[in-house]
């Protein structure tokens, strides 16, 4: 990425791929991105890409310790609407916007982003009113996953359980051989992505598996 100063004159690349960082009253911001919703591109501050670039510069400075890269990760701007509790998927998201895959969902299973329970169980629920049903098929798995964690806390998700993980593979899986489609059009006929969607709604939904660095989790 590149770094600014608040005057936004741009200064060294530090490294590349993640877009531009800038920095604003102490607050670092990604702009010009592209995030995993596919729908949109050239947008500032996606939830998702914010959140993993913190990851990854923590990472690295463990690698190669980097007083400006821990910084910038604790200092990362993290799009948060506090009136109706829930995570835009980037700075601009409008209301209702039509979102291609799972985007924002993602923050909360794999990238384990720290939020109220309140917060990650309105991120599913208006997500999923918002989400293409002609999207790719792991779309459904992430949610299948989130839905499960949640359950640990609210007896009446398991109707919505049991809705994401039919839809992480009937609404894609086509015959004779029941592969995975990419979308409901055919797209990719044999989208393997999207049987991996489905392990992970095995390994880490029912399952309830979590990795972590120095240990394993099984709920």
């Known amino acids: 990425f590149f770094f600014q100063a608040e005057d936004g ?13 800038y920095k604003r009253q102490g607050i670092y911001h990604i702009l010009n991105v592209i995030p995993p919703d596919e729908y949109i591109e050239n947008i500032s501050d996606s939830i998702y890409t914010n959140h ?42 409008q209301n209702n916007q039509l979102v291609k895959q799972a985007d924002t969902t993602l923050v909360s299973f794999p990238l384990n982003l720290k939020a109220n329970y309140s917060t990650k169980l309105n991120d599913l629920k208006y997500y999923e009113n918002v989400t293409d049903i002609k999207g790719p098929a792991m ?16 007896k009446d998700l398991a ?13 894609n899986m086509k015959g004779p051989f029941w592969i995975w489609w990419e979308s409901l059009d055919p797209g990719s006929l044999h989208f393997a992505t999207g049987a991996g969607g489905f392990l992970q709604g095995l390994l880490f939904g029912y399952g309830g598996l979590r990795i972590y660095r120095e240990r394993t989790n099984e709920k």
């Open 9 to 21: 004159i741009r200064a060294q690349p530090r490294s590349r791929g993640l877009g531009d960082v």
């Open 52 to 93: 993993i670039a913190a990851i990854s510069l923590r990472y690295g400075n463990e690698c190669k310790p980097n007083k400006e890269w821990v910084e910038i990760a604790d200092k990362m701007y993290i799009p948060y609407n506090k009136r109706k509790d829930i995570h835009p998927e980037y700075v601009g998201y």
């Open 159 to 171: 109707d919505a359980i049991y809705r994401f993980f039919f839809k992480s593979y009937l609404v």
């Open 139 to 154: 779309t459904w798995s992430m949610f299948f996953v989130d839905s499960l964690e949640l359950l640990l806390q609210q």
